[in-house]
């Protein structure tokens, strides 16, 4: 490969997958990056600037490898946390937006305003889990047999009405 920053492990893979999204027949392969444009990092950079380093990262990781092990073609589909996108993903967008609007016989207008409201609330959802965590925790399991039930109810403040 001719980048040191290209994957070339044997698992590596893209998150997203497709035969004929951009050329009849060949597989086209996308791989997401949400960033925070405010982050330490990005500061500095303008906005399209920070879109095309990072488009460029994904491009070094995977764009050679798809390109003549996979006989693919690669798009590094780049989103801020805001919902903002970078160049590439734009014309993902506008693309994705062709075929379903041919499809679903309607406006493109209404499909792209679709499309940006489901963009939104998942990127809302991915910044959410990203700062609260998952809901869910396991449940916890207490070994009852060694529990002190009278020092639970006075460390607890709890009353206990004996009748």
């Known amino acids: ?11 590596a893979r893209v998150d997203v997958s497709a035969r004929g999204f951009w050329t009849r027949g060949r597989r086209a392969f996308m791989d997401i990056r949400i960033f925070d444009p ?6 500095e950079l303008s906005l399209e600037t920070a879109h095309r380093r990072n488009e460029q990262e994904k491009i070094r990781a995977y764009g050679e490898r798809i390109q003549h092990v996979d006989q693919g073609s690669f798009t ?14 734009k014309c993902f967008y506008s693309r994705q937006a062709d075929v379903i609007a041919e499809k679903k016989h309607q406006p493109k207008s209404h499909v792209v305003a679709w499309m ?20 869910y925790s396991a449940p916890t399991t207490t070994d009852i047999a060694g529990l002190d039930y009278q020092a639970t109810i006075v460390e607890s403040g709890i009353m206990v009405w004996i009748i």
């Open 116 to 135: 940006r409201c489901r963009l939104s609330f998942s990127l809302l959802r991915s910044a959410l889990l990203c700062l609260r965590g998952i809901r």
């Open 76 to 89: 590094p589909l780049v989103f801020t946390t805001s919902g903002g996108m970078g160049p590439k993903a």
């Open 38 to 43: 405010m982050a330490a990092c990005h500061r």
């Open 1 to 11: 490969m001719r980048y040191r920053t290209a994957n070339t492990a044997n698992e």
